[in-house]
């Protein structure tokens, strides 16, 4: 019957003499010992932890937060120095789940680890954990490991993965200002609704006169919220927990990837992210040896919109008939001209990855510029909606009284 796994503390030093605690899951003090020198550690102190029982137990709803774009950023760049410094690929996944801070990108790694030591390749056992690692990684990896530029691969990858991240930190940057001032107008509506309105209420009961129609509205929807009020707190909870279920699935995206690409303002922003999102991810599979066909597929789905997925499928079918990349190209108008024209030239040229590389940086800077100047834009507009809605209810609310005055004088 095989060892039930534990948890062990460690105490090391380097090979600089350095201090190094950590923790492994092993099935007996004497595999840890092993597993630390594996991992060029010299051990000093090993004790199993508690960590499973009584009140010191762990509490797991889940799996713990997600691996995100800068974790595995850092984990590709790590890796690639390691490997390219010429340590084996599994001392470099032992010292990375070991020192990594990440407590679920920690797990997999060590499961990675285990598949690898049982003779999985590197790419295999990051397809076991497809939720963590995307496509992108695991097809880049797999070039790399048949071509034998594994560390290259890797470099590639962690480069990806920080353009990435600040591609999404840029649309995160233009949406925050204006989803917070909604916020704080829908707050502010619904304080007055439920608590300043009711008290002009009753003293508008006492004038006897019929209520201008602004401030009637404002009564009448007042006197609603008691519906109102909890429906759209349910409403909210319901939809929200449809939307995390359905967001990604291909009926949902059918209808709302077309709609952020035409939306005022925002959807030029959203098509210039998805054009480098795409031409940067071309660039780097072309680079690493992966075909065409396999490219555009993988391109395609993480591309994040369903408009350039489908077009992606479109270019495909017309590459296996034969066809350029631009040909089919130039018939999808999600992609601007001087993208097709791009690509156009790079085929030709023979400098395909070259041009791509050199879409996706005019794009990257067309995003920066444009969230930049819609910051500055949105911030006025939206101060001055708050003041309109906030403005145009106290008005209604005083309307009857300006009436009265007037009557008076």
């Not at 605690?21 to 092993?26: F, S």
């Not at 990051?126 to 034998?148: T, Y």
């Not at 591609?167 to 204006?178: E, F, H, N, W």
């Not at 919220?225 to 759209?232: F, K, L, S, T, V």
Request: proline share 4%.
């Amino acid at each position: 019957m095989a060892s039930a796994v534990r948890t062990f503390e460690y105490k090391s030093r380097d090979s600089a003499g350095k201090m190094v605690k950590g923790k492994l899951d092993a099935a007996t003090e004497g595999a840890v010992v092993s597993k630390l020198r594996v991992m060029g550690l010299a051990p000093i102190d090993i004790k199993e932890t508690l960590a499973g029982t009584g009140l010191q137990r762990e509490i797991n709803l889940g799996g713990g937060k997600s691996v995100g774009l800068k974790d595995l950023a850092i984990m590709a760049r790590q890796m690639s120095t390691m490997t390219g410094a010429g340590l084996s690929l599994l001392k470099t996944l032992d010292i990375l789940a070991a020192q990594t801070a990440h407590k679920k990108l920690a797990t997999i790694l060590a499961a990675v680890s285990r598949d690898v030591e049982s003779g999985s390749s590197f790419s295999q056992a990051l397809a076991r954990h497809p939720v963590d690692f995307p496509p992108l990684m695991i097809s880049m990896v797999r070039a790399g490991e048949a071509g034998g530029f594994l560390d290259s691969a890797l470099d590639a990858m962690a480069e990806n993965f920080e353009k990435e991240a600040n591609l999404r930190a840029s649309i995160k940057s233009a949406l925050t200002y204006p989803v917070m001032v909604l916020i704080m107008t829908v707050a502010a509506v619904a304080l007055m609704l439920i608590f300043i309105v009711p008290i002009f209420k009753t003293m508008f009961e006492g004038l006897g006169s019929e209520l201008p129609a602004p401030t009637q509205f404002l009564v009448t929807l007042s006197e609603s919220m008691i519906y109102i009020g909890p429906a759209a707190v349910v409403i909210g909870i319901f939809g929200s927990i449809w939307w995390r279920a359905n967001r990604n699935t291909e009926a949902v995206r059918k209808v709302v990837d077309p709609i952020k690409l035409r939306m005022p303002v925002f959807g030029g922003l959203m098509k210039k992210v998805a054009v480098a999102r795409f031409t940067r991810n071309f660039a780097n599979m072309l680079q690493a040896g992966v075909p065409i066909l396999q490219a555009l597929s993988i391109v395609g789905e993480t591309s994040g919109n369903w408009v350039i997925e489908k077009a992606t499928r479109n270019i495909a079918d017309g590459v296996r008939q034969g066809k350029s990349i631009a040909e089919p190209l130039a018939l999808e108008t999600v992609f601007p001209p001087m993208v097709v024209q791009m690509i156009a030239v790079g085929e030709d040229s023979g400098a395909m990855e070259v041009m791509l590389n050199k879409v996706s940086d005019f794009y990257e800077a067309e995003v920066k510029t444009s969230t930049e100047a819609l910051t500055s834009l949105i911030e006025p507009l939206m101060i001055a909606f708050l003041g309109v809605v906030v403005g145009g209810m106290v008005i209604a609310l005083y309307m009857p009284i300006f009436s009265i005055a007037t009557v008076v004088k």
